[in-house]
């Protein structure tokens, strides 16, 4: 069975652009999380989707948004890039999302804002 | 927020040796997760405990869900050089929240 996958795996860009991130689960996995990962701050948990809803939300601006789609596969979106948004962008999948669950990482996108 | 105090942040030992991280918390959790990061890679699942009191072992790795449900230790015998990484730790505090993690402890492994 395939891991969770993520493209790009690198990417550079320039304060003020927009980034898509995209992240497909592990198959038959309906819950999509995504976390920010920095030296300082370590990992940190962006939201959470479920059956194309959002269904837990981290401390992020407004900034940091995110959709899934039907076949589980989700994207999140960072507009107005500031320096402080470079980092490893990390998504993991689970069956429900619940309590009992362990999630599973994909390998990240390392985002580099100049 | 919840908060996860893992340690230590950072360790440098001999191979062969055994190693030990543990992460606390002023908080309950349900589910304790710890988790290897390779450079470059996401983390990768190396045990996870679902009760308290739980001891599990993964081949050289063995892991204990504390009595209290506020912590957690990690131990590794006889350390290799590929035992090199971040480990984190994990928890979940109840129901469909999201997991907290520890800032991780960076292992070095000198052969």
């Known amino acids: 069975k395939a891991g969770v996958t993520q493209t790009p795996r690198y990417l550079i860009k320039t304060r003020g652009q927009q980034v898509t991130l995209s992240c497909s689960p592990i198959?038959?996995?309906?819950?999509v999380s995504w976390y920010q990962q920095t030296p300082g701050q370590g990992l940190q948990f962006l939201f959470e989707?479920?059956?194309?809803?959002?269904?837990n939300k981290g401390n992020f601006p407004g900034r940091f948004s995110g959709r899934q789609f039907s076949n589980s596969r989700s994207e999140m979106n960072v507009s107005t890039l500031e320096l402080g948004d470079s980092a490893l962008y990390l998504c993991a999948s689970s069956l429900y999302g619940s309590g009992v669950e362990t999630q599973y990482f994909g390998p990240g996108t390392r985002l580099l804002v100049l | 927020g919840q908060q996860l105090n893992q340690s230590p942040q950072s360790m440098f030992i001999q191979e062969g040796e055994d190693v030990s991280m543990n992460c606390t918390s002023s908080?309950?959790?349900?589910?304790w997760l710890w988790y290897k990061q390779d450079p470059g890679e996401g983390p990768v699942l190396l045990i996870a405990?679902?009760?308290?009191?739980e001891l599990t072992s993964n081949g050289r790795l063995t892991a204990q869900f504390g009595i209290t449900r506020k912590d957690s230790f990690l131990n590794i015998s006889a350390s290799i050089p590929s035992d090199v990484g971040i480990y984190f730790c994990a928890g979940l505090p109840s129901g469909n929240t999201p997991l907290v993690f520890g800032k991780g402890t960076r292992l070095s492994v000198i052969a």
């Open positions: 198959s038959g996995h309906r819950s």
């Open positions: 908080s309950i959790f349900n589910t």
């Open positions: 989707y479920f059956s194309e809803t959002q269904r």
């Open positions: 405990l679902y009760k308290a009191g």
